[in-house]
Nanobody, 120 residues
Framework: QVQLVESGGGLVQAGGSLRLSCAAR????????MGWYRQAPGKQRELVAS???????YYADFVKGRFTVSRDNAKNTVYLQMNSLKPEDTAVYYC??????????????WGQGTQVTVSS
């Protein structure tokens, strides 16, 4: 059974930092692309960042220079370090795993999400 379990969300003031973690079980972690998505109320889900097993990364323009994705293949865990947070970063953040055929391709597995709220 595949499980992706996110943690690390919370409430932070604008300009602050949070680090999200996503622990994966039941998949060959290193073989999967790991992605971070977010969905704000009333908005579509959007890709934030992703990282292949070999370390190739992608960042959405709206987080470049502020967020960093990393992974520890020995721990089956992917991280999202979020710095200089803005109120518009407020959303539920989801971890995803799979083999998307393109950067915004379909992922196979999803976590339950973790809420990030940035106050102004």
């Amino acid at each position: 059974q595949v499980q992706l379990v996110e943690s690390g969300g919370g409430l932070v003031q604008a300009g602050g930092s949070l680090r999200l973690s996503c622990a994966a079980r039941g998949i060959i972690f290193v073989a999967n692309v790991m992605g971070w998505y977010r969905q704000a109320p009333g908005k579509q889900r959007e890709l934030v960042a992703s990282m292949t097993g070999s370390g190739i990364t992608y960042y959405a323009d709206f987080v470049k220079g502020r967020f960093t994705v990393s992974r520890d293949n020995a721990k089956n865990t992917v991280y999202l370090q979020m710095n200089s947070l803005k109120p518009e970063d407020t959303a539920v953040y989801y971890c995803a795993a799979g083999h998307p055929s393109s950067i915004r391709g379909q992922y196979d597995y999803w976590g339950q999400g973790t809420q990030v709220t940035v106050s102004s």
